[in-house]
């Protein structure tokens, strides 16, 4: 299939129409089509980018990281305190210390617009948090219906379209407005406070894929970099989705690209190469997609986590006194753990279904194993959450029954998170057994918490991990037992070979997983996520930019600095001029329409020829990738028109 990205450059060249630098800060309302413009001023072109280390970076995301509460009277305002575990704030590690940073976003808690006002000062003044306020019916229609019950299932490989119990559902068109809408507030924020010139804009995740279309329709150079932390499908389950189209063009106004893994990038590349004709290059050791004269990178880059946080929440006297219980508690024991969201995705009573197997086909490991389930709150609603949560209740009370005693201890709710690092640190072995997921930050923080286990002080280091193959650490996590989530008997058997290894092995998989843990932390991650934003939009201010198309399937087109619309009076002078011509026309698409049908040339095609040929000034070919046979048989009546056919294999002169 032919590249379609530069197709519309002939309706471009159509078009003359002029405005000034849409750049601008606080641009007025433009048009919803921009035909053709010259962006950039001559000036402008010159302008090298200011330096990289005092470059302010936009991190937008769909939370602020901030904790929030109600106000309690007799303030009117909530109170609000920085969250320093959100990965929001964990990843200005990796950026250069002296850049200015402004976070963009919402918080979860209804304001009544008059007070909308004061928080925004409040919240940029003492944390560089700008708030969008997306207003509470349609939030709830962006979030918690299209985002968690459509979107996020289908990029874990879900189809909740057919899922409804009485057979496929249409698609909710509201739903897809309200996160079109949601999408076009956070624009407007990102527009109010960016300086396209100059700013870093990184945005994060699946609630704002559409984004950036609404960013460069506004601002056309702006440097844009996307980070999806959720898997992407395969290109069989992506383009069920109807907005398909939109939502692959709005990750191409990006500059950058980034993904957890190299399959969840190989289906992007897929579903652009399949649903938009694009194809993709390997250039200086990154995939680029060239889309209308810009180049895309696509980076697959996993995060990681913050070591020196876990470190100092290994070390802190709230966990360490936790852990002392923990070992009082399940002394002479085997503790396995899971700590899950509890979500459909996450596998929990799979897990349970495999530690029930464990138990029956070895009754040694009865008492002595235990198998303790952390589940944090819901993070979505609907029928199929209240479904897994009794399912997972209900296995936990029927497995400890059948065998007498708690062999699964199931913690419903949230549990600090010191708490959890003590959890870690006691345990044997972590399971992560989820039937799809991003990336799931939980092998590494159970790796580092072991380290620094207050449980193992003076003793070697040690610890297990048996991951599903259906998640993005899976592949980075060298030293793991990988299983099948889904087969029972497998999850069963790594369970207990996690068990029974020689502690050598134990202590040998774990240092390899500290190794790469604590190299590959999450400022290793957004340093080079940053370094390759920068990289991918270095060139932006040598190109000239046109934008092109309606609402989400806009586009900007950039071009060179020394790409000129060809003028027809300039040719017909130079025609003229010139007594020796050499004319060499492309088939399709220049003397056939692209959508034509028929592609046999028209009489009027084969006259113009004939008469450019009757010139005798002039040497005419077609030049074309198609078959010398048909060309032949079409161009018989030229016979003084030269053909290379096949892209030049064959040539009649
Ligand atoms: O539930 P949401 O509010 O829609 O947020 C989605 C999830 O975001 C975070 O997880 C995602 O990012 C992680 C780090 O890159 C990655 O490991 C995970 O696979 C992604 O889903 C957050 O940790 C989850 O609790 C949220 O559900
Ligand atoms: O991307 C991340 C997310 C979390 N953490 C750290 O891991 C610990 C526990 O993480 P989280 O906020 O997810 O809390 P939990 O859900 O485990 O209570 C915290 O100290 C975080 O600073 C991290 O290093 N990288």
């Given amino acids: 299939m032919p590249s379609r990205s530069c197709s519309n450059l002939l ?16 641009s007025p309302r433009l048009p919803r089509v921009m035909t053709l413009s010259n962006v950039l001023s001559d000036d402008s072109l010159e302008s090298p980018p200011s330096s990289p280390s005092l470059t302010r970076r936009i991190i937008v ?40 940073v402004l976070h963009v976003g919402t918080f979860p808690l209804f304001v009544s617009p008059d007070l909308q006002e ?9 944390f560089n948090c700008v708030p969008v306020f997306v207003p509470p019916e349609t939030h709830s229609l962006f979030y918690h219906s299209f985002c968690k019950r459509h979107l996020w299932p289908l990029l874990h490989s879900q189809l909740p ?33 960016t300086n396209p010139e100059d700013d870093l804009v990184w945005i994060h995740d699946y609630h704002l894929m559409a984004l950036p279309t609404f960013l460069r329709r506004r601002s056309p150079r702006i440097k844009l970099g996307f980070f999806l932390h959720s898997p992407f499908p395969s290109s069989e389950i992506f383009k069920t ?19 957890h893994t190299f399959d969840y990038a190989r289906h992007f590349l897929s579903c652009c190469s399949r649903l938009l004709g694009l194809d993709y290059a390997s250039k200086r050791g990154h995939l680029a997609i060239e889309y209308y004269g810009r180049t895309v990178t696509v980076k697959i880059l996993p995060t990681g986590i913050h070591v020196g946080r876990l470190h100092s929440n290994a070390e802190s006297s709230e966990t360490k006194s936790k852990v002392s219980e923990l070992v009082d508690r399940y002394y002479g024991k085997i503790v396995l753990l899971g700590i899950d969201d509890m979500d459909v995705l996450k596998g929990i009573g799979l897990k349970f279904l495999a530690m029930e197997r464990l138990l029956e086909d070895h009754p040694s490991l009865r008492d002595k194993v235990v198998f303790v389930q952390i589940a944090n709150p819901a993070r979505s609603q609907g029928t199929d959450i209240q479904h897994v949560q009794d399912q997972t209740h209900s296995l936990a009370t029927r497995i400890n029954a059948r065998f007498g005693y708690e062999a699964i201890v199931l913690i419903d709710g949230p549990v600090p998170t010191l708490e959890k690092a003590a959890y870690y640190a006691v345990a044997e072995c972590c399971v992560v057994n989820c039937i799809r997921d991003g990336l799931n930050l939980v092998p590494y923080k159970y790796t580092a918490c072991r380290q620094w286990s207050p449980a193992l002080e003076s003793k070697p280091k040690k610890s297990v991990i048996v991951v599903s193959e259906f998640i993005g650490c899976s592949p980075s996590l060298s030293g793991a037992i990988r299983v099948n989530p889904w087969n029972v008997d497998d999850v069963a058997e790594a369970l207990n070979l996690a068990i029974t290894m020689p502690e050598s092995e134990k202590q040998l998989r774990h240092d390899k997983h500290y190794k790469y843990v604590s190299s590959h932390d999450i400022a290793y991650w957004a340093r080079s996520f940053d370094q390759d934003l920068q990289r991918a939009c270095k060139d932006h201010y040598l190109k000239r930019c046109w934008g092109i198309g309606f609402g989400l399937s806009f586009k900007v087109v950039a071009l060179g600095p020394n790409f000129r619309k060809l003028s027809v009076e300039h040719i017909s002078s130079a025609y003229r001029r010139t007594s020796s011509r050499l004319i060499l026309l492309d088939y399709d698409g220049t003397m056939m329409p692209q959508t034509s049908i028929s592609k046999t040339p028209s009489d009027e095609v084969i006259s113009v020829l004939n008469s450019l040929c009757a010139d005798p000034k002039n040497v005419v070919f077609v030049v074309s990738g198609r078959g010398k046979d048909s060309l032949s048989k079409w161009f018989a009546s030229c016979d003084k028109l030269g053909i290379s056919a096949e892209h030049g294999y064959f040539t009649r002169e």
């Avoid at 004061?118 to 003492?126: C, D, K, V």
């Fill in 161 to 193: 379209l057919a899922v409804s119990g009485s057979g496929p559902t249409p698609f909710p068109t509201n739903l897809w407005r309200a996160y079109v809408s949601a999408n076009k507030l956070f624009a407007d924020k990102v527009l109010e406070i």
């Fill in 11 to 26: 309706d471009l060249a159509e078009s003359s129409s002029d405005y000034t630098d849409p750049t601008r800060l606080h």
């Fill in 118 to 126: 004061e928080i925004a000062e409040l919240l940029l003044s003492r």
């Fill in 241 to 259: 989705l109807p907005s398909r189209e939109d939502l692959l063009r709005a990750l191409l106004n990006a500059d950058l690209v980034g993904f």
């Fill in 61 to 100: 995301s769909h939370r602020l990281p901030l904790r929030v509460s109600p106000p309690v009277p007799p303030s009117r305002l909530p109170s609000f305190s920085l969250d320093p575990d959100s990965i929001s704030i964990l990843l200005l590690s990796g950026l250069p210390e002296k850049a200015p």
